[in-house]
Nanobody, 120 residues
Framework: QVQLVESGGGLVQAGGSLRLSCAAS????????MAWFRQAPGKEREFVCG????????NYADSVKGRFTISRDNGKNTVYLQMDSLEPEDTAVYYC?????????????WGQGTQVTVSS
């Protein structure tokens, strides 16, 4: 089982940048596909982006393509989300999630979330 702890959220002006981190505890981090989700007030949680266990494959929601970049450092058991050109619509609680590659269909491990607020 893996435990996830996010950090790096905060308040930023529109057009600015933030980098979120998600530190994972537990064995063999590389076996987990990782993802970032977000949930804005009054809205359902939505997928933002994901990365395979090796880091060779990534995918993004259309709303963040070209602005957000997901990466991981398996030596540090950490996944990152670089967010550039932030917009007020990006305001949400951001969650890190994990699932075992090729074994689990849905993300089953979740962090506690970190708040990102983008002011106009």
């Amino acid at each position: 089982q893996v435990q996830l702890v996010e950090s790096g959220g905060g308040l930023v002006q529109a057009g600015g940048s933030l980098r979120l981190s998600c530190a994972a505890s537990g064995p063999i981090f590389r076996i987990y596909d990782m993802a970032w989700f977000r949930q804005a007030p009054g809205k359902e949680r939505e997928f933002v982006c994901g990365i395979s266990g090796s880091g060779s494959s990534t995918n993004y929601a259309d709303s963040v393509k070209g602005r957000f970049t997901i990466s991981r450092d398996n030596g540090k058991n950490t996944v990152y989300l670089q967010m550039d050109s932030l917009e007020p619509e990006d305001t949400a609680v951001y969650y890190c999630a994990a699932k075992i590659s090729n074994a689990e269909l849905q993300y089953v491990y979740w962090g506690q979330g970190t708040q990102v607020t983008v002011s106009s």
